[in-house]
């Protein structure tokens, strides 16, 4: 019988954060699979674990995971961690999720730390849709290929993002998405120096070009404005005109005063008004 594959989240920051049951199951795995064995070791050590690691990183997936899946088809259960937060979530873990699937093999994933999830209920941007967009390529045509993939996206969109790459991809947001998007850029959350901006990209782009970003980024943008919202709907500024009219302001008053809130051209309000007059 085959064991079982445990996803166990991590500290992005704060110790504090590693909860009760990833504790025990880091403990009780017959091994544990580390992106990085030393800075996995820290964590073992503050809280007196004592397990025998293998590590499985970027690149060494292929080996690396016929190796554990070996140990996991004869019986032995393995507790998956990253460096920081959820894995698989944006690093090496989702290919030996992929293979345990493949191969049969139980995996249970245990709720916890993920910078993802962390940055976007702080973020203070709607969260009922939101569009996990992970790392941008290196490659500048990739980069601008996700991005403009991503110009009429009106879900909030969530970034990872290393410090040295971050004034390049806030530049290229702001070009894409214009520089009044609002963000929030969520930095060193959990640690000592957390910090969340809330601003807008072109606000951003000022802000790091005058001094070097430090520390970790999770950026989270603001979705596009959807055309719905965009565009006036005529009914309802006809209704804004004879609301106004009911309390005494003249047709072409009212007519000039929505007209000129909502965008719309004044003699089609006009027309539209005056022909609702006849009924
Ligand atoms: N699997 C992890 C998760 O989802 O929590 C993330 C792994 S990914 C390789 C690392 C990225 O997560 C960083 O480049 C950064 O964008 C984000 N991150 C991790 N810890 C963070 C922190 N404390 N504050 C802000 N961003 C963080």
Known sequence: ???????????????????????????????????????????LNHFSIKKSMVAYYRHNTAAGGQAILKRLLEGETCALVSDAGTPAVSDPGEELVRLCVDHGVEVVAL??????????????????RFSFEGFLAMNKKNRRDHLSSLKNETRTMIFYEAP????????????????????????ELTKLHEEVIRTTLGEAVTRYTDQSPKGEFVLVVAGAESAAEEAPDPDDALAQVNALR????SLKDAVRQVADSMGLKRNLLYSMALESDKG
């Open 246 to 249: 009911r309390e005494g302001v």
């Open 1 to 43: 019988m085959p064991g079982i594959l445990y996803l166990v989240p991590t500290p992005i920051g704060n110790l504090s954060d590693l909860s009760p049951r990833a504790v025990d199951t880091l403990s009780q795995a017959d091994f544990i699979a580390a992106e990085d064995t030393r800075v996995t070791l820290k964590l």
């Open 111 to 128: 709720p916890g730390p993920c910078a993802l999830t962390t940055a976007l209920s702080v973020s203070g941007l709607p969260t009922g």
């Open 164 to 187: 040295h790459k971050l004034l390049t991809t806030l530049q290229d947001l702001a070009e894409l998405f214009g520089p009044d998007r609002p963000v929030s850029l969520c930095r």
